[in-house]
């Protein structure tokens, strides 16, 4: 992670939220790399995010160490609203860099003050939690009537950078819920049919067209 200096393009994203009258030494703009931890859940928050550009992918372990993805990837909106609604600094779920990443990072304790006297902070908050609401169910949707071949190429598409996939396919297993030798076979049936090509360290996208075909989008 590293900060950079905000520019306009910050300052209108702030009076979005109506946050542009906070005091500019309070917050910093952060850009992760691709695959950088942005949170992780357990821990606690000592800053929100509000989303500027990029793509993450949101998830949360279970007991026996399983991970389950809640949302393929986000692009906008803000990260710990849910733990600030419940008045918990607790992360409740990890969050990771799909592409560089980058965000305004505000105190804690400076956004829990203003979902109390800022209303149009709190109805941007409260509109960014019904999309999470419908993302989710969405998800659900996709897990409980999608084939596995559609949820792994709209895994590929939502999570590849510049058109190359490099995720661990140990992990991708569990967050389309397959197995790895049927993640395996997928894609080994997807290089066969000149959709995707293996590569050193990953998979390039060679048929965009005939992988969103597949993806059932």
């Known amino acids: 992670m590293k900060t950079v200096k905000l520019n306009q393009h910050h300052h209108n994203i702030l009076s979005y939220y109506n946050l542009d009258h906070l005091p500019k030494e309070l917050i910093q703009a952060v850009q992760f790399r691709s695959k950088e931890l942005v949170v992780e859940e357990t821990y606690s928050f000592s800053q929100l995010y509000i989303i500027v550009t990029g793509r993450a992918r949101v998830y949360r372990s279970t007991q026996d160490g399983q991970s389950h993805f809640l949302c393929n990837y986000i692009y906008d909106g803000i990260i710990g609203e849910v733990e600030?609604?419940?008045?918990?600094?607790?992360?409740?779920?990890?969050?990771?860099?799909i592409t560089e990443f980058e965000c305004l990072a505000i105190p804690y304790d400076i956004?829990?003050?203003?979902?109390?006297?800022?209303?149009?902070?709190?109805?941007?908050?409260?509109?960014?939690?019904?999309?999470?609401?419908?993302?989710?169910?969405?998800?659900?949707?996709?897990?409980?009537?999608?084939?596995?071949?559609?949820?792994?190429?709209?895994?590929?598409?939502?999570?590849?950078?510049?058109?190359?996939?490099?995720?661990?396919?140990?992990?991708?297993?569990?967050?389309?819920?397959?197995?790895?030798?049927?993640?395996?076979?997928?894609?080994?049936?997807?290089?066969?049919?000149?959709?995707?090509?293996?590569?050193?360290?990953?998979?390039?996208?060679?048929?965009?067209?005939?992988?969103?075909?597949?993806?059932?989008?």
Not at 88 to 97: D, H, I, K, R
């Open 84 to 97: 600030l609604m419940n008045g918990s600094q607790t992360v409740e779920s990890s969050v990771v860099a």
């Open 111 to 217: 956004c829990a003050n203003e979902i109390n006297t800022n209303h149009q902070f709190l109805m941007t908050i409260s509109e960014s939690l019904a999309k999470k609401v419908r993302d989710n169910a969405d998800n659900l949707v996709s897990l409980a009537f999608n084939t596995g071949e559609q949820r792994l190429c709209s895994y590929i598409l939502n999570n590849a950078n510049d058109d190359y996939f490099s995720d661990t396919l140990t992990e991708v297993s569990k967050l389309v819920a397959l197995s790895y030798r049927h993640v395996l076979r997928i894609l080994n049936q997807l290089c066969n049919d000149n959709i995707l090509s293996k590569e050193k360290s990953g998979y390039q996208i060679t048929n965009r067209k005939s992988l969103i075909n597949l993806s059932g989008y």
